[in-house]
């Protein structure tokens, strides 16, 4: 158990609708991370967050969104889904961005599948 | 961040010492080595991590040529649960985002 958690584990929906993935971090880590993992694309770096602020961006479609809040906790929100969105959504954390050690702590996912 | 090229895939006996290439030839200075490895469709896990000196931890050893240009992971007793894909991976000591390849997919066979 990494101490990261995700919900929902899956997620079944349709093209056009929007859903939003939820993440806690480890306690006390300040950095979440999104990655996309499908079967074409591999595990893709989607964006992060340090303390309630967007760090860095990667392969984020402007349908996607992310945010962290006070509490540290943050959520994915995906919208108008397309087939290819169908995925697997892991939220990783860490303790610090400046850090060497760069462990990052993946949560158990979210299977999106959108039909 | 420096590309690295791994194996497709490779396999191993149960019991037997797996070691597992990474090429990095465009690394540079204050770029670290890290290994992670996905066990089917779980999330990622930590390895270990350098950068230049050869580094142990209870899970893996990782070995770093002198020039940096690549490394071994051993897994000195590889048990059937060390199936798996494992991810080389360069990264800045200040970069936080993970950029992950094909990696090399590790059968451990009984």
């Known amino acids: 158990d990494s101490g990261v958690t995700q919900t929902p584990k899956h997620l079944i929906t349709a093209t056009g609708q929007r859903v939003t993935l939820r993440c806690s971090p480890r306690?006390?880590?300040?950095?979440v991370y999104w990655y996309q993992q499908s079967l074409d694309q591999g595990l893709q770096f989607l964006i992060q967050?340090?303390?309630?602020?967007?760090?860095a961006k990667g392969n984020i479609l402007e349908r996607f969104s992310a945010q962290q809040f006070p509490d540290l906790h943050s959520e994915l929100n995906l919208s108008s889904l397309e087939l290819g969105d169908s995925a697997l959504y892991f939220c990783?954390?860490?303790?610090?961005?400046?850090?060497?050690?760069?462990?990052?702590?993946f949560g158990p996912g979210t299977r999106l599948t959108v039909l | 961040d420096a590309k690295t090229t791994q194996p497709p895939s490779m396999d191993c006996a149960e019991g037997r010492a797996a070691n597992l290439p990474c090429n990095h030839s465009t690394i540079s200075g204050n770029e670290y080595v890290y290994w992670y490895r996905q066990i089917h469709s779980q999330g990622p896990q930590y390895i270990i991590h350098g950068l230049k000196n050869n580094e142990t931890n209870e899970m893996a050893s990782l070995i770093i040529t002198e020039d940096r240009k690549s490394s071994t992971l051993i897994l000195p007793h590889a048990t059937l649960r060390d199936t798996a894909v494992y991810y080389c991976?360069?990264?800045?000591?200040?970069?936080?985002?993970?950029?992950f390849g094909k990696g090399t997919k590790l059968s451990v066979k009984p």
């Open positions: 967050y340090y303390n309630g602020e967007e760090r």
């Open positions: 990783a954390s860490s303790a610090l961005t400046t850090s060497v050690n760069n462990e990052q702590f």
């Open positions: 306690s006390g880590d300040l950095s």
């Open positions: 991976i360069v990264l800045r000591g200040s970069q936080g985002n993970l950029i």
